[in-house]
């Protein structure tokens, strides 16, 4: 059937956690992929040589080792822009996280572009982490949020986007791809931004490891994603932004290596990207994405994404099947990930009963209270795939689940 | 079937969790908390009425959670009705305890307890916040 765009088992030798029992028995299933990525043993080895032959501080020495160090790191920012395309390197900023990258744009964008009153449009599906930041524009300078709703299926309700914006609306911020109901953002919405001189922030951190990112197709203003949900170290982050904006919009934090001069009086700037990345910054974190953004194209992007959607046909009709578990959204739009409830069972014990069964999936709010709300649920469980997933492990996780019903509901 | 699953949901907690008693709103109260587990979402809402000899005369709580969580609230509002705030304080330190696994110095709960059916929470290190929500809501209505 599917098996010729099934990636091959052995992919999973390169991943020496997926050998680890659970409760010294069973065998892992990890289907906690969306909320972080399992490690290629290449991002781990790399990791230590980098501490045991290569590390100091980056860009401030002549030393070997800080030539070494800083070689590296600028060489990650040059993996990443040509992973998602970016026209420059300028346009590659590392932070800690998408979280960190999320609240940079929001803290800089509204000193160069916005004002009181002006408005910021998100969608009710989006993670705490891509509200909070605007939250706090909204308590400490009065900008307005507004909502976009989500369909039945998933998706922003484009008529609805469009109706929200105003000559006050600067700025979306949204989701590339749902961490909750794996569906895509619809082209429709960036190009209703372009029309109408909105700018664009897409939250990759769902879609960077599963989709082919190009952030000129795009067509956004602002990408961020994380290291650790695309096989990499925690710890790092990734910020595109437009140079043209990125070169308007004033320095996030203040620190060693963001400045060109500083007197008792004042300080000028670096240039891009150094700009906005004060500090020592994660510097063997970086290499580490690096290499698991080698190890991915490796792989082949167009690999993983076919695999990942047998994967996910398989899993959603499988689990379609059975009557007692409601699905979120639907089948067409979805990509990597499945979120759904056994009726009548909390998602905590179905988590708990899966994880005695040795699978890994997620229980809760998945960082999304307001969707969550929307949905009118607590919360729910939800499966994620990564490229080392196989069927059958989408079989044993469906028999799983026909075992958890049986013991909950006698 | 797994051990450690019976261990969690023996039959009086699944019972409790689908059925909770003392639900609801006590009809007069004079200490209230609300008390929320951020990383699942899990609520419970909790009164009491405490009398002036410190006895608890009434207790009910409300709210959304797990089969544990909720059977958690319904099993301590069963114990704690009649008991006197500062033995109630006791049982609260011996709950805690008792779900972390530590059971040396326990004064006030025992092996024929109710309570002691939450024991095999300690096995679940992540779902030790859903077994002691309603107890560290019971200690902030204290304070109300
Ligand atoms: C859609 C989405 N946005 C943002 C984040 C936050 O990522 P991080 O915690 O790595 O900064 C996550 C991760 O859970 C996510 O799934």
Redesign the pocket.
Known sequence: MIKDKIIHKDIRKDFPILSKKILKTKDLVYFDT??SAQKPQVVIDELNQFYERHYSNVSRGVHTLSVESTLRYEDARKKVQNFINAKSENEIIFTK????S?NLVAQTFYDKYMSTGDEIILSLM??H??LIPWYFLRDKYGVVIKFANITESGEIDINHFESLITPKTKIAAL?H???VYGSQIDEKVTSICKKNNVAILL?G??SAAHLKIDVQKLECDFFVF?G??TYGP?GI?VLYGKESLLDEMPPYQGGGGMIGEVTTDKASYAELPAKYEAGTPPIAEAHGLGIAIDYMNNVGIENIINHEEELTKYAYKKISELDFVKIYGDGDNRNSIISFNIENIHSHEVSSFLDVEGIAVRAGH??CQPLMKHLGVNSTSRLSFGLYNTIEEVDIFVNALIKCKEFFIK | MNELLKELYQEIILDHGKEPRNFGECETHNKSAHGHNPLCGDKVSLTLFVDDDDIIKDIKFSGEGCAISVASASLMTEKLKGKKLSYAENMFKDFTDLVRGSEESLSTIDEDDSLYALKGVKDFPMRVKCATLAWHTFKNALKD
Do not use: F, M, R
């Open positions: 969306a909320a996280s998408a979280t960190e999320i989006e993670h982490s891509n989701t791809l749902s961490n939250d951190c769902q994380s650790h949900k925690s982050g998945h960082c």
